[in-house]
């Protein structure tokens, strides 16, 4: 099976982009920096500076965490094994949908990249089919920055976990494929709980990549069938939404898996990836 890979350079992506070759025949690998094509607004700019700025005012753990995690990639996969590489600005770029058209992959696998857009996806289209990672549970948490710390700000320990999605136009709206927990034990560090969920991102997206490849029909399973769910903007990971996430982690977070699970993890639908 020939696969185009849509992602971005940061050393989370090399590492699935080196667990995904053993198994599957990656013609590219389009690594794009997620520069928007529209040059943002004043005040969208602005919000942008004021939340970064509020950040390193009130908490630096979030950051800290995420550079570290991704310091730890780079050490275990320093390099890209891949013989075609192309960088882009946005992933939407001519050079995106001139790889897609030279390859004709049977899979396109996203991860890590801004909104792809219906040019890409209708290209992916003509020869196969296009895939997404999210590191939510969707439909119940889209969008960014970081689902992970977004479900800690709300207090959702029991939908941390990770999606595999058929892509279509919309945020984290495709139909499913697999939706699954993270494995969590309350005694993680937040680095050791982002180091899990993207572990296990990992793990799931590669085993639904390698049922594509062996011909096994993937579920197909319509979000608006689950449940609408909620949808998060970089705007919003305010230092309000920091503070929050901080203080339930460290107040919250050993107490919800030291005892029986939330009640609230039972109006939860998930579809985990069978084995075959």
């Given amino acids: 099976m020939r696969a185009v890979i849509l992602t971005n350079p940061q050393g989370n992506q090399i590492a699935l982009v080196n667990k995904l070759i053993p198994h599957i025949e990656i013609a590219a690998v389009i690594f794009s920096k997620n520069i928007p094509r529209r040059k943002p607004t004043t005040t969208a700019r ?38 075609h590489s192309v960088y882009v600005e946005n992933i939407n770029e001519e050079a995106t949908l001139a790889a897609i058209n030279q390859y004709s992959p049977d899979l396109v696998l996203v991860s890590g990249t801004n909104i792809v857009g219906s040019r890409v996806i209708d290209a992916a289209h003509r020869s196969g089919k296009i895939m997404n990672l999210h590191t939510g549970i969707s439909p119940y948490v889209k969008g960014g920055p970081n689902c992970t710390n977004w479900c800690l700000a709300k207090g959702w320990f029991h939908l941390i976990g990770n999606t595999t999605m058929w892509i279509d136009k919309g945020i984290d709206t495709g139909n499913i494929i697999a939706t699954e927990r993270t494995p969590l034990d309350g005694g993680e560090s937040l680095f050791d709980l982002h180091w899990k969920v993207m572990e296990h991102a990992h793990d799931l997206y590669l085993r639904s990549v390698r049922r594509f490849a062996a011909g096994s029909l993937l579920p197909d399973i319509s979000q608006a069938s689950i449940a609408k769910g909620e949808l998060f903007s970089t705007s919003q990971w305010t230092s309000s939404a920091m503070k929050s996430a901080l203080g339930n982690f460290k107040r919250d977070f050993v107490e919800y898996f030291s005892e029986s699970m939330s009640d609230a993890s039972a109006d939860v639908k998930l579809f985990p990836l069978e084995d075959d």
Wanted: aromatic residues 10%.
């Fill in 46 to 83: 602005a919000k942008t500076l004021a939340n970064r700025i509020a950040g390193r005012l009130t908490t630096t753990e979030f950051r800290d965490t995420w550079n570290q995690m991704l310091a730890v990639y780079s050490e275990l996969y320093p390099t890209i094994p891949v013989e």
